[in-house]
């Protein structure tokens, strides 16, 4: 089903979430359970800040997105944030839902503890009618990944995962689909490290720029060295376990067929491509490996 759906994209403080690269949100605000006279003080100040730019990863430290108590910290909230929040524990008050729809903001719709994705899908759509349309999932508390994918899969809106109450989930929430993370300031760092790392890995992008089309090719970059120096690692063990290690021990059939194996899945390059680069990596790591055994 996915295959047939266009991905939309909405834009949150200059930021598109759900095109390309992973967005990574910094700010959530809630206003739940705060007396009157905190509520305003808790928003930032002044109107929302546009996103930097692109080759900063994704990050939106301007984008706020804000959970409202009562309809009466809507005006507030519409003067401040980029998003309102339909929050998980109210998704049932319908007055409360109606009324944050129906701030000309973009909508972000959290799925209540238990909902099913048909319920959490229905709200969505709820709120796309009883707004502009601009509405944009969220799966947060104990993330359930599976959701994700299944939301990506039925709908053509954007889902976030927030991770806020557990940055280590990062990487596993790009791997899962999610087109921005909620990281909060402590989880920006492994934020960044999964949108650069893993999303550089496994989520196409289609750039359209030049500075889109350098910041993607960083990303990949990223991604390859991460898997290079862990493939160095592993060659190392290797030389130890080998009875001949070095370049006395290289075994020429096995790399021959492991250029093979890779030419299926780099087609562009074929085996004649592929040679020389995994030539220049396998001695790379025995080069390594002498230098680590050298007294």
């Known amino acids: 089903m996915s295959s047939t759906l266009e991905r939309q994209a909405i834009t949150l403080g200059g930021l598109p979430v759900g095109e390309g690269r992973p967005a990574i949100i910094a700010t959530r605000v809630s ?13 930032p100040p002044g109107p929302p800040a546009a996103a930097p730019d692109g080759r900063s990863a994704g990050l939106a430290q301007g984008v706020t997105l804000v959970e409202p108590d009562t309809a009466a910290d809507l005006p507030a909230i519409a003067a401040h944030a ?9 998704t049932r008050d319908i007055p409360l839902v109606r009324a944050a729809a129906g701030t000309g903001l973009p909508v972000v719709v959290e799925r209540r503890p238990g909902a ?33 994918r299944a939301a990506r ?15 280590e989930l990062a990487a596993a929430a790009v791997a899962a689909g ?14 960044e490290e999964a949108v650069t790392v893993t999303g550089g890995l496994l989520r196409p992008e289609s750039p ?11 990303r990949v970059d990223a991604a390859l060295a991460t898997l290079l120096e862990r493939r160095v ?18 075994d020429m059939d096995r790399e021959r067929a492991l250029v093979a194996r890779m030419a299926k899945r780099a087609p562009s390059l074929g085996e004649p491509g592929l040679t020389p680069i995994m030539n220049a990596v396998i001695e790379a790591g025995l080069r390594l490996a002498e230098r680590r055994t050298t007294p």
Request: hydrophobic share 45%.
């Open 31 to 43: 206003l739940r359970g705060r007396p009157a006279h905190e509520a305003t003080s808790a928003l």
């Open 116 to 148: 099913s994705l048909e319920e959490w899908l229905g709200l969505a759509d709820y709120c796309a009618v009883e707004g502009d349309g601009r509405v944009i999932l969220c799966e947060g508390g104990r993330p359930d990944l599976g959701l994700v």
């Open 82 to 90: 980029d998003a309102v929040v339909v929050g998980a524990s109210w």
């Open 208 to 218: 359209a720029t030049l500075p889109e089309c350098r910041a993607a090719i960083d």
């Open 153 to 167: 899969a039925a709908s053509e809106r954007p889902v976030l995962v927030d991770v806020t109450g557990g940055p």
């Open 178 to 191: 999610a087109d921005g993370l909620v990281a909060g300031p402590e989880g920006r760092a492994l934020a």
């Open 233 to 250: 690692e592993l060659a190392g063990i290797v030389q130890r376990i080998k009875p001949v290690g070095g370049f006395a021990g290289r």
